[in-house]
């Protein structure tokens, strides 16, 4: 199985390879569009700015290469948000796979006991699909001030000031908020389910 993922200068790619490795795959890292076409499992991952990071993907042409996938593409925080319609981080227009909004937390009053970004642990319920398949309700590893609203591709949810989407799917295009790559046994389960259920 040939894996790739997305080179678009967004962090935490390295940390994604010693997942898979961790699960016994490997992958190449690519912005090549013939590399990623001819890939059978793609990962879109980021931790970056949405409007920088949409920016990169318009000038090498790889917005409408993803948009045009046949095969199954993971999404991950940055990645996922991207795939959505719009981000008011820098009103940012994304890719429009997922229909979804992307917003800014906003907490009701500045001495509110949760702070903006949210970072680490976070509970994800009300889940279904094959992405996530024998995990009916877990902990994940969050970092992000910004969030995909609840929709009808909302495959997962997470609550943090209000609920919202932890992971979307819709045909071959899957999303996550949270890293699992940093997300423990649970993570690792969902990244497994990515390469053999999808």
């Known amino acids: 199985m040939k894996i790739v993922i997305v080179k678009y200068n967004a962090g935490n790619v390295q940390s994604v390879l010693f997942a898979l490795e961790r699960i016994g795959a490997e992958a190449v890292v690519s ?15 980021g931790v970056g700015a949405a409007g920088t990071a949409m920016a990169y993907l318009r000038e090498r042409k790889l917005d409408q290469l993803i948009k045009d996938l046949q095969q199954p ?5 940055l990645g996922m948000q991207l795939m959505c ?13 997922f229909k979804e909004e992307v917003k800014r937390f906003a907490p009701a009053e500045p001495s509110a006991l949760l702070k903006v970004p949210q970072m680490g642990w976070n509970k994800i319920y009300n889940v279904k699909s094959d992405l996530m398949e024998e995990v009916s309700e877990g902990y994940c590893y969050f970092v992000h001030s910004y969030y995909a609203a609840l929709g009808e591709h909302t495959i997962a949810t997470a609550d943090y000031i209000q609920p919202y989407s932890a992971a979307l799917h819709r045909d071959n295009f899957y999303g ?3 890293h699992p790559e940093k997300s423990a ?3 690792e389960k969902i990244l497994a389910n990515f390469l053999t259920r999808i």
């Open 176 to 178: 996550v908020q949270f």
């Open 31 to 45: 912005d090549n569009p013939e590399e990623i076409k001819g890939a059978d499992k793609v990962i879109f991952p």
């Open 73 to 77: 593409v993971l999404g991950i925080c």
């Open 185 to 187: 046994e649970t993570g």
């Open 85 to 97: 319609a719009h981000s008011e981080e820098s009103d940012t227009t994304c890719l429009g796979i």
